[in-house]
T-cell receptor, first 114, second 113 residues
């Protein structure tokens, strides 16, 4: 595996379910991110982790709970979501939060909340 | 607050024509600017990264320029092919936030055979 891998690729969940999105990077980066992409809107930053420590929570509702157990793995735990949370969730990584070497994105998880 | 605008929102050209995609940003205090490609329902593929001190970057048929003082970047794709059909996004890394990339809304490109 190379680059940034996200699983699952697609997820359908009810509003009362609990599920988790997983992201793994094989690039030796030390910063990881969650982005949300809704239809017809620019990508929105959700969370930033640097050296496994959360350094930014961009006003995200508490029904989204991130976890970064080590520098290679990032999770997004979901519970009691709303239909408007349906979107493409993208994980990214970089070497340092300044992103001087650029950012690498995964293929995303397409989430549908029913 | 940094704002990134991409014009046009959509573009359709016949195969073989050159593509010109524009990106403008309001705050010139940036680390770098990155161009991405996104196929429908897929993730982002990095195309070119331009540091704030650079004027342009080239990779194959792609060339991106950066004029930081005027807040503009242009992505040129030479001799377009149907496989170039995708949405192209520019993203700016500003100096005032933790790893936050500010994205434009993208330009949707269709190259017809």
């Amino acid at each position: 595996e190379t680059g940034v891998t996200q699983t699952p690729r697609h997820l359908v969940m009810g509003m009362t379910n609990k599920k988790s999105l997983k992201c793994e990077q094989h690039l030796g980066h030390n910063a990881m991110y969650w982005y949300k992409q809704s239809a017809k809107k620019p990508l929105e930053l959700m969370f930033v982790y640097s050296l496994e420590e959360r350094v930014e929570n961009n006003s995200v509702p508490s029904r989204f709970s991130p976890e970064c157990p080590n520098s290679s793995h990032l999770f997004l735990h979901l519970h009691t979501l709303q239909p408007e949370d349906s979107a493409l969730y993208l994980c990214a990584s970089s070497q340092g939060v300044t992103g001087v070497y650029g950012y690498t994105f995964g293929s995303g998880t397409r989430l549908t909340v029913v | 607050k940094q704002e990134v605008t991409q014009i046009p929102a959509a573009l359709s050209v016949p195969e073989g024509e050159n593509l010109v995609l524009n990106c403008s940003f309001t705050d010139s205090a940036i680390y770098n600017l990155q161009w991405f490609r996104q196929d429908p329902g897929k993730g982002l593929t990095s195309l070119l990264l331009i540091q704030s001190s650079q004027r342009e970057q080239t990779s194959g048929r792609l060339n991106a320029s950066l004029d930081k003082s005027s807040g503009r970047s242009t992505l040129y794709i030479a001799a377009s092919q149907p496989g170039d059909s995708a949405t192209y996004l520019c993203a700016v890394k500003t100096t005032d936030s933790w790893g936050k990339l500010q994205f434009g809304a993208g330009t949707q490109v269709v190259v017809t055979p």
